[in-house]
Structure formats: C-alpha cells, structure tokens
C-alpha cells in the first residue's frame, strides 16, 4: 500500500490547447444527463473551469486550470462508471490520459472482463452505451438491415 494520499482506483490528467476542453466535454457527456444516468454541471471558478458529474449521491469533480488538470478517481460505487466517462473524453476529445492505479493505460473500450468493470458490470454497460463506447439497443436499430443480413 502507498503512503501517498491520493490513493485510487484510477487516475487523469489533461493537457490541452483547447480553451473550451472542460464545455466540450459537457457535449461529451450530456447523453447520461439526457437518460438520467447522471446530472452534470460546470461552473467557471476562479481557479478554473470545473465539471461534476453526479451518480446517484456520488459526485466526481474534474479542474482544469489553463488547460491543464488532474485527478484521482477513488474507490467507490461509482468509480467505475466515472473510468468509462473519462475514456469517452479520451476517445471524444483527445488530450486526457487515463490509467489505473498500477500505471496501465484504460483501454478505449469497456469489457466486462477488464478488472476494474468487472465487480460493477451492470452499472458500467449502460453508461458505456449511451457514451458510445457498447452496442445497445439504439445500435443494433440503427444497423438493423447489417446484423440481420444473412450471407
């Protein structure tokens, strides 16, 4: 076990050029508000511009001050789905580098399998969905006529 105090299951930073990174993810991300996964608010601070995202009871916060920030995403109930939300920013809008506690870069795409997905599966598989990360049922509609082709 570490002594350092920011112990966690994961971690992130940014580093962008991008004035507008932290709004951009707002648009990354509104799909949880818009199926009530989760509540998002950002809010432009003195020290920088922060988003929170809310599950439940359970916020996470990201600060990125002149284009830069970083965090830890700590064990909870939640943690999980947050590593999907941060990956969906990676794939959506590049400059974030996400890994896990043991320094292995989070893949691109949620699988149940992956260790960190694997406890909280059921909650992780919705977000991965709405975020684009999983096939849904949205996905499968939409390319009804290629899965059901039969060759």
């Not at 109930?77 to 990956?87: D, Q, R, T, Y």
């Not at 996400?98 to 691109?108: G, L, N, Y």
Request: one cysteine or more; proline letters at 4%.
């Amino acid at each position: 076990m570490s002594n350092n105090k920011f112990v966690g299951v994961a971690y992130w930073s940014v580093a962008t050029q991008v004035a507008d990174w932290l709004a951009r993810a707002v648009d990354v991300l509104m799909p949880l508000e818009r199926a009530g996964i989760a509540v998002l608010a950002y809010d432009c601070l003195p020290g920088g511009n922060q988003l929170t995202v809310t599950f439940g009871e359970e916020r996470h916060q990201m600060l990125v001050t002149d284009g830069k920030g970083r965090g830890v995403v700590r064990a909870s109930e939640a943690a999980a789905v947050f590593v999907v939300c941060l990956v969906a920013l990676r794939k959506a809008l590049g400059d974030i580098s996400v890994v896990t506690d043991s320094q292995e870069t989070v893949p691109a795409l949620p699988r149940q399998n992956y260790p960190l997905y694997a406890d909280s599966w059921q909650r992780v598989l919705p977000v991965a969905q709405e975020l684009g990360l999983a096939t849904g049922a949205a996905f499968t509609a939409r390319h009804n006529a290629v899965l059901n082709n039969v060759f």
